[in-house]
């Protein structure tokens, strides 16, 4: 099988999807949960009956005009304001109230514009400082080969270009479905640096192995024999790890479903980019294409 | 080596029932712990995020005035009466308070963050027109802050100077006081104030607002005699007599303090969506059984007891350490457990090829072990690596990278031990039978080739 050799088709579709990605971020962006963009959130149910249009005109006449309303699966209204502050929050329930009667507040959430800024600093900073981590400890793993750098470098390349594709694919996801990135996308794309680094690394592992071991000297080969030998552990653990996340998206759902729908892509991105990117880019490296 | 591997075999086996005593009952604890821990995301809460104002604060000084924010606020959320409060420190200025369970009220949580300072005011007279002095504006007129010569220097009159032994009772009238006497420096300056300002109002504010009453007037009363050693305030409702004298003998928060993030999470959420995580977790698990011992036959079936291990040594490790389980932890015990069945995967693997290069049962195991050892180490080091940086970033900034980071680390370190160490063990128990000779039972791809 040679997998290597086809590389320029993988680096093409790959090259598409980063693309999709790229265009997606920069017409719709993402769409951004308030722990990105600040402002409150609250969740309330009414004992009587209240459609989305009768809380929408209570919500303008109290003063909240650019007030979001969505629905819940139980009936719920999840509303999304300005920031509130607490005197802000009692008033507005109070105001609730005498349209509605009984109501009860489920969740509230409220993040100041300090907060936000840093969500996405952060995250990005942990990714950076994870990546610059990876990429000191393969050069060194792989320190008994010739350009160590490379592997650790490769590594990173493949892992960056993971997370680019799971950040595209919640672009469209937001602009089609409006689904918005939370602090549990950021958990989800950690979790994805944590276990992608995983795939690829024992793929370069058999690498080396080859190349100190074997007696193939052409250095393609031996990479893609490396990525040959090692498919069947590639595609049956990535399998395996993909039982636990279907079963949790099916029936935890919702509450969780960023999380898991970040892992879910990216374990396939991670296992495609492991077998057909990472491995790739050493060879093209290697001959200086 | 039979012997040894048998000997190994028994201390594993010890190791586990023992673990599994640990675990057991999940919701106790032993040794003084108190049990498996849910965060505030799975069990409902109140999250708050405050951030300190240290504008004014001298350089050098801020840790111990962040000390004594902590110490402030948790005298504050002692008597409130909910369980396992956790208070702490975040970066530079951030104070993190979660109290689970959702039994305060709205009241009770902005008193938290209530810097708790009285100052007091005398009344601007008319023809004074310095207006730079204006602290306060009310129905009363403009104010400024009353003050006093102490040692020659010009001081405020503020609560600083009250005793810690601030209490409230009732008059014969069933009025409401607020009783609280002075320091030494407080009596001198108490004395010289009201004894300038006797037939005049002594305004009370707090922060940039007047102390209002229950009626919802300002609390301004006239000196009728000169004050030294104790004075009252009344008309304040009952209950918030009582918060005040709580706070102000509690101690006042050095800084102001700015609420940043304010989360009140569902504790409806919490249980439902911790049974069906369970729920899904053990099905997905099973699954995950059910595929390796098909596939791989008996090593299937050991590796999966080694998982059963792993999980009740990871079970083991939240309890003891004792690490609160969140959402994101959750997702950290996700990759671990992938990552653990990896590792089996990748010995099973090297295993096989063994096989097909016509080693002996016994040969292939070793050899299989020692071959995937250094894939399995180096790739489980990389994760560490990571881990260890969300660890650390983590703790500046967010608890939920933390606890992933956590979660992950100790997974992947026991999948270590699990499905190299067990596994193999219970693969050299086969060595030797009758059952080794069966070849096919321990890879069922042979002859494929």
Redesign the interface.
């Known amino acids: 099988m040679n997998i290597i050799g086809k590389r320029y088709w993988f680096f093409l579709v790959s090259g598409i999807l980063f693309l999709v990605g790229i265009i997606s971020l920069a017409v719709f962006g993402l769409e951004r949960g308030i722990e990105f963009s600040s402002g409150s959130l609250l969740t309330v149910g009414f004992e009587q009956k209240v459609n989305q249009d009768e809380l929408d005109q209570s919500l303008v006449s109290l003063g909240y005009a650019d007030a979001l309303i969505q629905t819940t699966g139980e009936g719920d209204f999840l509303i999304r304001l300005p920031e509130l502050d607490n005197e802000a929050k009692n008033k507005l329930q109070a105001g609730l109230m005498t349209w509605f009667g009984t109501m009860t507040v489920g969740e509230f959430d409220t993040v100041s514009p300090l907060v936000a800024a840093e969500t996405t600093r952060n995250a990005s900073i942990a990714v950076a400082v994870a990546a610059v981590g990876i990429l000191l400890y393969l050069t060194y793993a792989f320190r008994r080969m010739p350009n160590p750098f490379r592997y650790g470098t490769c590594a990173v390349i493949a892992l960056l270009h993971d997370i680019m594709l799971v950040v595209g694919l919640f672009s469209v996801l937001g602009a089609v479905l409006g689904w918005q990135i939370n602090l549990m996308f950021v958990t989800g794309i950690l979790a994805i640096l944590g276990y992608s680094v995983n795939n690829i690394v024992i793929i370069f592992d058999r690498i080396r192995e080859n190349l100190l071991h074997g007696k193939e000297t052409d250095f393609e080969t031996v990479v893609n024999n490396g990525v040959v030998e090692t498919l069947g552990r590639s595609l049956i653990t990535n399998l395996t790890m993909l039982f636990p996340i279907v079963a949790l998206l099916l029936i935890v759902g919702a509450s969780i479903q960023n999380l898991l729908v970040v892992l879910l892509a990216g374990v396939i991105i991670g296992t495609y980019d492991s077998i057909c990117v990472a491995p790739a880019l050493l060879v093209v490296w290697h001959k200086r294409e | 080596m039979a012997r040894r591997n048998g000997l190994v075999f028994l201390v594993l086996l010890l190791m586990f029932f023992l673990a599994l005593s640990v675990v057991f009952p999940i919701d106790k604890g032993i040794l003084g712990q108190r049990g498996m821990r849910l965060g505030l995301d799975l069990q409902g809460g109140i999250h708050v995020?405050y951030?300190a104002d240290l504008s004014s604060a001298k350089t050098g000084t801020e840790n111990e005035i962040m000390e004594g924010v902590i110490a402030v606020l948790s005298n504050r959320v002692n008597p409130l009466g909910v369980t396992e409060p956790v208070i702490y420190r975040q970066g530079d200025d951030r104070i993190v308070v979660d109290l689970p369970g959702l039994t305060i009220t709205?009241k009770e949580?902005?008193g938290l963050s209530r810097v708790a300072l009285l100052e007091f005011g005398e009344l601007i007279a008319a023809n004074e027109t310095d207006n730079a002095t204006v602290k306060w504006e009310n129905v009363f007129g403009k104010w400024k802050s009353a003050t006093g010569i102490i040692d020659g220097e010009e001081q405020e009159l503020t609560s600083r100077y009250f005793k810690e032994n601030t209490f409230v009772d009732q008059d014969q009238m069933g009025g409401i006081r607020l009783v609280f006497e002075w320091d030494r420096e407080g009596s001198q300056l108490s004395e010289q104030i009201t004894s300038r300002l006797i037939g005049q109002r002594l305004g009370i504010f707090e922060g940039d607002t007047t102390l209002l009453g229950d009626d919802g007037r300002p609390i301004a009363p006239t000196v009728q005699a000169v004050i030294a050693e104790r004075g009252e305030i009344t008309g304040l409702s009952l209950q918030a007599a009582t918060q005040l004298a709580r706070q102000l003998n509690a101690g006042r928060l050095p800084v102001p303090l700015?609420?940043?993030?304010?989360?009140?999470?569902?504790p409806?959420?919490g249980s439902d969506?911790v049974s069906?995580?369970v729920?899904?977790?053990l099905?997905?698990?099973a699954?995950?059984m059910l595929?390796?011992m098909s596939?791989y036959r008996i090593p299937g079936v050991l590796a999966s007891l080694a998982l059963i291990f792993y999980a009740v040594l990871n079970l083991v490790l939240f309890k003891l350490v004792p690490v609160t389980l969140t959402?994101?932890g959750l997702?950290?015990f996700?990759?671990s457990?992938?990552?653990a069945?990896?590792a089996n995967?990748?010995i099973f693997?090297r295993m096989?090829?063994e096989l097909i290069i016509g080693r002996t049962l016994g040969g292939a195991i070793e050899a299989g072990f020692r071959?995937a050892w250094?894939?399995i180490w180096?790739?489980?080091?990389?994760?560490f690596?990571?881990?260890?940086?969300?660890v650390w970033?983590?703790s500046i900034?967010?608890a939920?990278?933390q606890g992933?980071g956590v979660t992950?680390f100790i997974g992947v370190a026991i999948s270590m031990f699990t499905a190299v160490l067990v596994t193999r063990t219970l693969l050299r128990l086969f060595v030797g039978t009758a059952l080794a000779r069966q070849l096919r039972l321990f890879s069922p791809h042979l002859g494929g080739k």
């Not at chain 2, 700015?258 to 569902?266: A, G, H, K, L, P």
């Not at chain 2, 180096?378 to 994760?383: C, L």
């Open positions: 995020v951030r709205d949580k902005d700015e609420i940043i993030r304010d989360q009140t999470v569902s409806i959420l969506f069906k995580g729920t899904a977790g099905i997905g698990v699954i995950v595929f390796m596939y959402l994101a997702a950290g996700i990759v457990f992938g990552i069945v990896d995967v990748l693997e096989k090829e071959r250094s894939a180096v790739s489980n080091v990389t994760t690596i990571v881990c260890i940086i969300l970033l983590g900034f967010s939920a990278v992933f992950l």
